[in-house]
């Protein structure tokens, strides 16, 4: 059975750090392609980061210089390092795995509040 658990989510001051985890069990971790999702309320779903499974990366504009995403295939975990963070980063932040057969998945969420 497939699973993909978020964690790290929280309250967090503008202009701070913060760490999102995902880990992935069920399928080969290392043949799939990863992404952050977010979804802030009355928005659509936006992609935030993608990390393929050569490691490659790509952001969206908004997060370009203060978002990293990486990955351990030993520990079937990729994660987000969130700095500099800004209000509008606001948002339930999903894990998504994108496989070789088009397969995919999707993490249940965990949420990130910045605010002072």
């Known amino acids: 059975q497939v699973h993909l658990v978020e964690s790290g989510g929280g309250l967090v001051q503008p202009g701070g750090s913060h760490r999102l985890s995902c880990v992935g069990s069920g399928f080969t971790f290392s043949l799939y392609n990863m992404n952050w999702y977010r979804q802030a309320p009355d928005k659509e779903r936006e992609l935030v980061a993608r990390i393929t499974y050569t490691g490659s990366t790509t952001y969206a504009d908004s997060v370009k210089g203060r978002f990293t995403i990486s990955r351990d295939n030993a520990r079937n975990t990729m994660y987000l390092q969130m700095d500099s963070l800004k209000p509008e980063d606001t948002a339930k932040y999903y894990c998504?795995?994108?496989?070789?057969?088009?397969?995919?998945?999707w993490g249940q969420g965990t949420q990130v509040t910045v605010s002072s």
């Open positions: 998504h795995a994108w496989g070789p057969d088009a397969t995919n998945y």
